[in-house]
């Protein structure tokens, strides 16, 4: 297992630290986008990051706004909703992963959560080679705008069963993804998911869709 605090830059902006855990023979590497005044120190996202890591993946957890960003975002909340800020540096992140040695091989997850699923989905449009899915835990991907319309990559959106408003935004978001999408329910979960055994099916449900994605892009590259 490689377990190494790592550094990536945005070009002309910030450098952002993010946790990098690799298990030996990876299936691929999945790289968590937070959300709404949230950071690569999200339990939920390390409990599921932990969870994937067991069944193979390499993850990527990063801050994506500087210490003095976040100071001033927990005043004002004046990024938490900048999806072209989020996503922009998590595209720097999707760059830096095709160049470190042991991830740059290797086909690239997206797991975003909240306002970081808008961002991943918007981030997966610009950078469709090597991205090739997005799962999105209690996101708004609503957020994305116009931009999903330009997503092709399969997409999974995770909801609580009992977060009916953002059951509501993933349904209309939903009705602009062209390619392959789900929206699968939680029963009997909330928004943060915090009730017991859920967050472990949210990682079971975006391990399966991971293995389902990757097997239809060797489909699709290796026709028979």
Do not use: C
Not at 4 to 29: I, K, Q
Not at 37 to 64: C, F, I, K, M, Y
Not at 126 to 153: C, F, K, M, Q, Y
């Amino acid at each position: 297992m490689i377990s190494e605090t790592v550094s990536v830059a945005v070009p002309g902006s910030v450098e952002l630290p993010g946790d990098m855990e690799v298990p030996p023979s990876p299936r691929g590497v999945v790289l968590f986008v937070h959300g709404s005044g949230s950071s690569r120190h999200s339990p939920r996202n390390r409990a599921v990051a932990e969870d994937l890591r067991r069944q193979g993946w390499a993850t990527l957890l990063t801050d994506l706004l500087s210490e003095e960003e976040e100071r001033t975002d927990a005043v004002t909340g004046q990024y938490r909703f900048d999806i072209a800020l989020l996503a922009e540096r998590t595209v720097a992140s999707v760059d830096w992963l095709s160049k470190y040695p042991v991830t740059e091989a290797l086909p690239v997850h997206l797991f975003g959560a909240s306002t970081g699923a808008a961002a991943a989905l918007v981030a997966a449009a610009a950078r469709s080679g090597p991205i090739v899915s997005v799962v999105s835990r209690g996101g708004r991907p609503d957020l994305a705008g116009d931009t999903l319309e330009r997503v092709n990559v399969p997409v999974l959106m995770l909801v609580g069963g009992h977060d009916e408003q953002v059951l509501q935004l993933n349904q209309d978001a939903a009705q602009h993804l062209h390619p392959e999408h789900r929206i699968h329910i939680i029963p009997g979960a909330t928004h943060l998911f915090e009730e017991p055994g859920a967050l472990q099916q949210v990682a079971a449900a975006a391990h399966e869709w991971f293995l389902h994605a990757a097997e239809t892009q060797l489909n699709r590259n290796n026709p028979r």
